[in-house]
């Protein structure tokens, strides 16, 4: 089992032909990803060769869907043409349409998950300025690298690329069954709550680690849906606990507005909710492998 994305997702690529589409096209592909088209107006009706793999290119994500029964897309779209990419996967109703995309200005985000919001939802939004999400050992949709963990029975959720990969990393002999980034900005789509929800109703997930960081009260609401929700074994880590106060850091989510937002705030609200929390990457992982053990 995993969440959202399993081995038998069709994925298709929205800028699939530019630089950075293609480059984890490839690197997709290699991973076990059914990926069975691509979308660029302009060369609607070619093929691609990628390493011994023709895959077609559609003029619109719904031929792509109408071709191919595509239930995901994966946006490598430059900032300035991404909420009309969005917009469009939206109108076609795809599943799942996830945003690689970072630089997408907010305005932009904003009308995008507020159309999706007034479509009824029919597509769940990932991102934008996100690594995707993986499923190891079944289908891997974005950059995250798929060789750096093993398929098991831990459930991811995070807000930054990095600490990801790290926890992946660190974790590998025990596995995981999804890893979602969903992204850092202001306004996302796929909330960390969206994702302990969905982990919660996975058989297979036996324990959610859960990585946020400063700004934002995203980690305290989702501390409030823990305790009322989640039976599960919870994890928690917070980036940001050296960042001065009143700073934006790095991500432009991060930036601390009165008590809220602190890591240190986050940290006592989700204690409060049962969860563990590391005051360090690796520690988080420890934590995680105590409760795994028993």
């Known amino acids: 089992m995993a969440i959202f994305l399993t081995k038998d997702s069709k994925v298709i690529v929205q800028g699939m032909t530019g630089a950075e589409g293609m480059k984890h096209t490839r690197r997709m592909l290699a991973s076990g990803t059914q990926i069975v088209g691509g979308v660029n107006p302009r060369k609607a009706g070619t093929t691609v060769d ?12 719904a031929e792509a869907i109408e071709k191919t029964g595509a239930d995901v897309s994966v946006l490598f779209v430059p900032p300035a043409f991404t909420k009309a990419a969005v917009v469009e996967a939206v109108d076609a109703e795809i599943p799942l349409a996830i945003v690689i995309t970072e630089g997408v200005p907010v305005h932009d985000t904003a009308a995008f998950w507020a159309y999706a919001g007034s479509k009824g ?3 769940r939004i ?40 790290q926890l992946m990393y660190e974790l590998r002999d025990i596995g995981f069954s999804s890893a979602v980034g969903i992204g850092g900005d202001p306004i996302i789509g796929t909330t960390h709550i969206d994702a302990l929800k969905a982990f919660q109703e996975d058989p297979d997930t036996e324990i959610i680690v859960m990585i946020g960081e400063i700004g934002g009260d995203a980690e305290e609401r989702a501390a409030a849906y823990i305790a009322e929700h989640v039976t599960k074994p919870v994890v928690g880590y917070v980036a940001g606990f050296t960042a001065p106060e009143g700073k934006t850091m790095g991500h432009a989510g991060a930036i601390v507005s ?3 937002g602190t890591a240190q705030a986050k940290k006592e609200a989700l204690e409060a909710a049962g969860v563990k929390v590391g005051k360090t990457p690796s520690e988080t992982a420890r934590l995680a492998r105590e409760i795994i053990a028993g």
């Open 50 to 61: 990628v390493d011994g793999t023709e895959i077609p290119v559609f003029g619109s994500v």
């Open 126 to 165: 990932i991102g934008p300025n996100c690594p995707g999400l993986i499923s190891p050992g079944q289908s891997n949709a974005g950059i995250i690298p798929a060789d750096i963990t093993t398929s098991g029975k831990i459930g991811l959720v995070s807000k930054s690329g990095t600490l990801t990969y």
């Open 121 to 123: 939802n029919k597509t």
């Open 258 to 260: 009165g008590s809220s």
